[in-house]
Each structure stands twice: as C-alpha cells, then as structure tokens.
C-alpha cells in the first residue's frame, strides 16, 4: 500500500490568504508532483521535482509554488488565494520501475471564498 | 492536442455485465499504458498496466487490451458490482519525455446500477 499523505484533506479560505498544501511520502521516491483537478475534468499537471533541490513547472501554468528540501516532502504554497484557485490538489510520487506506477495521496479540496 | 482520449464522459452498466471503458492515444512512442480508479475527494488509485509490446493483460475481473495498430486499448470490467463505480483514468508513459511523467485522459465516469 502507497503511502503518501495529503493536509488538510479540506480547506476553506477567504481571497487574499496565503496558504500551503502539504504532501509527503515515505516510499523514498525522488520524483513527485502536484496536479490540478477540477470535477469531471482530467489530471493538469502543474509542478514536478526529480528529488532535492530540482522543482519543474508542468504543462498547466500555476500561480502556486513548490519546493523540495527533503526527499519526502513536496509542499505547495499559494502566496494570494483567488477564488479561481477552488480546485481539487492531487500530490503523487512515482516508482522509476516500469510501468511507473504514480502513486496518489487523497488530495486537498481547496476553496476560496 | 490531447495525446490520450477517453471519449465517452459516462457509462451506466448492470450490476453483473460486462463494463467495457475505451481509451485512444495519438503518440506511438508511448511504452506503458496504465488505468487507474477514482472515487470523488480521494485519490486516484492504479487499477492495471499494460506494457506496448503486450496485447493484452488481465488481473482478477479487470482486463485491458491493447491495440496497437488502432492506437486504442480498453478496459473490461467483468463482472461489474456496484463498488466500481467511480471515475476511471487511462493514462500513458512516454519514454521519451520526462521519466515517470504519465499523460492522462479525461475519464470516463461508470455507474454500475444494483
């Protein structure tokens, strides 16, 4: 079984608060990443790291931002909450065996009001 | 331009049928193809992979087949039981992108009615 945690599991916030969304995993995998998903809507891909130090932006651009201290740890931070930002926040960390398997925490259903 | 199309949005099937979820992709160099299972709030959760040089793999009740020529694979869910209900993903490794990055369809939403 995965082990990969996502807090809050739930967030309400009001505009203009800066928030961070948590993830981490004790599989030891180096590469992770942050998706964006909206319901019934596919999986945007919008930040992934290679390991320590290494943060790449994905294919949807975001206002949020990542950083990678620690193999484990992945948070994701938005300095000014907008209501375009209500979305659900899926972290996963993948297995470099193939079929590469990602493995997904239970994610972060953000709202702003 | 999406690389991995899952065109039916929703699929309503009995309990104890056969559910049949299709999946088509554009790129050739993709090298593993893999579904995953989504129920709402929680996470995806990986289902079953099939490699490009297979044609077809199966665990349990779930199937996938893999079409190459068509550029098509699909997911057979038999017998479905109200359980899998939930929303389910194709997605596809690209070896030649950035290892590990998987390419995700839109889903396919399956009711399985009692």
């Known amino acids: 079984e995965a082990d990969i945690y996502q807090t809050p599991r739930y967030l309400v916030i009001g505009t203009g608060k800066k928030i961070t969304l948590e993830c981490s995993q004790t599989?030891?995998?180096?590469?992770m990443y942050w998706y964006q998903q909206d319901p019934g809507m596919e999986l945007h891909l919008i930040h992934y790291?290679?390991?320590?130090?290494?943060?790449e932006k994905g294919d949807l651009s975001s206002e949020s931002t990542v950083s990678r201290i620690r193999t484990e740890h992945f948070p994701l931070t938005l300095e000014s909450a907008r209501p375009s930002h209500t979305s659900q926040y899926l972290c996963?960390?993948?297995?470099?065996?193939?079929?590469?398997?990602?493995?997904f925490g239970p994610g972060t259903r953000l709202t702003v009001t | 331009d999406q690389q991995v199309k899952q065109n039916s949005p929703s699929l309503s099937v009995q309990e104890g049928r056969i559910s049949i979820l299709n999946c088509d992709y554009t790129?050739?160099?993709?090298?593993?193809f893999l579904w995953y299972k989504k129920y709402p709030a929680e996470g995806p959760t990986f289902l079953i992979s099939?490699?490009?040089?297979?044609d077809k793999n199966e665990d349990g009740r779930f199937t996938v087949f893999l079409n190459k020529s068509a550029k098509h694979l699909s997911l057979h869910i038999v017998p479905s039981q109200p359980g899998d209900s939930a929303v389910y993903f194709c997605?596809?490794?690209?070896?030649?992108?950035?290892?590990?990055?998987?390419?995700f369809g839109k889903g396919t939403k399956l009711s399985v009615k009692p």
């Open positions: 996963a960390s993948v297995s470099l065996l193939p079929p590469y398997e990602q493995y």
């Open positions: 599989m030891g995998h180096d590469k």
């Open positions: 790291s290679y390991g320590v130090n290494s943060t």
């Open positions: 790129n050739s160099m993709f090298d593993y």
């Open positions: 099939i490699s490009s040089i297979k």
């Open positions: 997605a596809a490794s690209n070896p030649r992108g950035s290892q590990g990055n998987l390419i």
